[in-house]
């Protein structure tokens, strides 16, 4: 929808009342706790209270900063009234401890951003009795040793706004968190949300909505009393991963459709609207806006938020798939990061300035992001940005893990979601996912595909990635993002995969090696889309071994058995997909046991159209590495090289060896 600026900041200004006053009938008598409908996380029913609370406040608190405390409907007082009863030790529903409530910690940081921001019309009008209890709620954070991801922070901003308000503060916890910070950071603007495994294997949406966000806030809670030279590194941390988050938006106004707490949707705008906060940013502000826009109108014209005004639980629709067992029916109000931009001023250019075109509405990109091992094309045509990846699984290298399909399939998009099936919130409801789309497996005699995670980054340059990973079955196949349980495993031959990304098409080559056993047949599977309901036989065509499944909004998924690999099938699924209700996924696979140490070529494609042009694929042999040759129809040529698996080098053949497993 087209609006002139002014519209534009009127309608996020709306967008945010209507949200804020459609919790409020759900609110505890004192306001402290917002008691969602719903299931509950596995943090219970209090904690999931608390959630609604602080994560609300956090949208009141840009709302009220922005508007220079202009209030029509009295937020700050609401939410002082819930402040007030939420530290009440009398108040059968005061907030929880952090000793009783660990996610308290995490609310706290939202309290605490929110009470800075909002000082002049709510802390500083706060009576002294609530004003102390506040602080000795907060206090037990000092000193609490945090565990080693973007939690760390919740811990910074709490300390962070107390010392400036009189409450009790560690220097050691701010050098903890700092240096910690500091060794995290992977380069190129990206962090590892933590260290798995002492490697940086965790890209996600956390390094925009955490790992830029709250040290660029804790600078601004201290003000003067920043350690020197810590704001300017940050800011140019965000101004360098902002080159990369720009081109990872659909013309759709969808973010990549990766990573774990997909339901916090919006909140991916959070370091676009830091940037602009920050002057850390290289967008031009009718960019930083457009972005924003585009993607607040996605998520509200594709039904985030029910009949009742609320964000539910999912992507688009309700939809159990893409949630973590921390995940609540107030969880997705972790999306207020994705309204910052509210606390800027109405004269603010990115309030003023005219709206400018998407990064992949200007025209076809295609870029390789080595930090996080992506592969990114984006094509103007049909505003579909793709990303294949050979880079962090979210997994530690030591031991094999069930595939988390956020992390562990070989291309993600703005367009298109991972098949998810189950419900990975309640104990073994992801069991019996085998990976699908977007995957390299091995089938086993029964049929179960075999698992991806742990996967060894082996190169990535041009247009070209190359990894691999060991194929393993688990007797308890339940996925989650912290690896899912220790669990007995047979392990399989190594696959070797390069991909070649141009355009909208990935040339995606895969050798076998090790012991070949009784024979496993080799499966590609291409993206999985969204369709409309229809019989199984009417999923999408299969000719030879070319798979095509054409989506419910028009997009093509099409899979084509280049080399060795004939037989083609459409695989269909009901309610596995957060897109929509029926989803389907093109495959291809070998005739039979797939042979070791020759190449198997699938040219994988999305787009908006079917390819108008395919490139051409030979392969050759340089001793023991296979190359695979592509020319494409433009002329441009590529070469992906894959060695064989060295046994004495852990950087060619994996991290791990044959463990026996009782």
């Known amino acids: 929808m087209n609006r002139t600026p002014a519209e534009a900041r009127a309608h996020w200004e709306q967008t945010a009342d209507r949200m804020l006053l459609a919790v409020r009938p759900y609110a505890a008598a004192g306001h402290e706790l917002i008691h969602l409908p719903g299931t509950a996380s596995h943090n219970g029913a209090h904690s999931d209270g608390l959630e609604g609370f602080a994560r609300t406040f956090l949208l009141a608190g840009f ?21 007030a009863a939420g530290t009440d030790p009398k108040n059968p529903d005061r907030w929880p401890s952090f000793a009783e409530c660990n996610q308290a910690k995490v609310e706290a940081a939202s309290i605490a951003l929110a009470l800075h921001e909002t000082r002049p019309w709510i802390w500083d009008r706060l009576d002294e009795v609530v004003k102390e209890r506040i602080l000795n709620w907060l206090a037990p954070m000092v000193g609490n040793l945090m565990p080693g991801n973007n939690w760390i922070w919740f811990q910074g901003i709490t300390e ?10 560690r220097q050691q916890d701010f050098d903890r968190t700092i240096a910690l910070t500091d060794g995290w950071y992977a380069g190129d603007g990206w962090y590892s949300d933590g260290l798995t495994g002492a490697g940086h294997r965790n890209f996600d949406h956390y390094n925009g909505w955490a790992m830029h966000l709250y040290p660029l806030w804790f600078c601004r809670i201290l003000g003067d009393a920043a350690p020197s030279g810590l704001l300017d590194r940050y800011r140019e941390r965000l101004r360098r991963f902002l080159l990369d988050q720009r081109l990872l938006v659909g013309a759709n106004g969808s973010p990549l459709i990766q990573g774990r707490s997909l339901t916090y949707r919006h909140a991916a705008l959070a370091p676009v609207w830091t940037g602009a906060l920050f002057d850390a940013t290289p967008l031009a502000p009718g960019e930083t806006r457009a972005i924003a826009t585009r993607m607040l109108d996605h998520f509200t014209e594709h039904g985030a938020v029910n009949d009742a005004g609320l964000l539910t639980l999912g992507w688009h629709r309700p939809f159990r798939g893409v949630l973590q067992s921390y995940s609540g029916p107030a969880s997705p109000y972790w999306a207020s990061k994705g309204f910052i931009g509210l606390a800027l001023p109405a004269d603010h250019p990115v309030w003023t300035e005219e709206s400018t075109p998407l990064a992949v509405e200007q025209g076809d990109f295609g870029q390789a992001l080595a930090t996080p091992g992506w592969l990114v094309s984006g094509t103007a045509s049909d505003g579909v940005v793709r990303v294949v990846n050979h880079g962090g699984d979210h997994a530690d290298p030591a031991r094999p893990h069930a595939d988390d399909p956020s992390y562990a399939r070989f291309a993600y998009s703005t367009h298109t979601a991972p098949e998810t099936p189950g419900d990975p919130t309640v104990p073994g409801g992801s069991a019996t996912a085998d990976p699908l789309d977007n995957a390299v497996v091995l089938l086993d005699a029964a049929g179960r595909a075999s698992h991806r995670r742990p996967a060894t980054r082996i190169s990535i340059d041009g247009a070209t990635a190359v990894s691999r990973s060991r194929a393993h079955w688990l007797d308890d196949a339940t996925w989650d993002v912290f690896g899912g349980p220790d669990t007995d495993y047979t392990l399989g031959p190594w696959i070797t995969v390069g991909s070649v990304l141009r355009g909208s098409v990935e040339v995606r080559a895969v050798r076998v090696d090790g012991d070949p056993g009784t024979g496993h047949v080799l499966r590609i599977g291409g993206w999985a889309l969204a369709v409309d309901p229809r019989p199984a036989s009417e999923a999408g065509p299969v000719d ?34 957060a897109l929509g209700p029926a989803s389907a996924t093109p495959v291809v696979e070998t005739e039979g046991p797939v042979a070791h140490g020759t190449v198997h070529v699938a040219l994988v494609h999305l787009g908006g159209t079917d390819p108008a042009a395919l490139p051409q694929v030979t392969t050759r042999a340089q001793g ?17 090289r894959l060695p064989a698996p060295d046994p004495e080098n852990p950087a060619t053949y994996g991290l791990w060896k044959d463990q026996h497993r009782a």
């Open 63 to 83: 709302r009220l900063a922005g508007a220079a405390g202009a209030d029509p409907h009295d937020l700050a007082g609401w939410y002082a009234a819930g402040l």
């Open 160 to 169: 962070a706004f107390a010392r400036t308000v009189g409450g009790e503060w």
């Open 544 to 577: 030879g071994g070319t798979a095509r499944v054409e989506g419910a909004d028009g997009l093509v998924s099409l899979v084509i058995g280049a080399q060795g690999l004939p037989n083609a099938s459409v695989v269909t699924g009901a309610d596995t997909n």
């Open 624 to 640: 023991t590495t296979l190359l695979v040759d592509v020319a494409w129809p433009d002329g441009a040529r590529d070469t992906v």
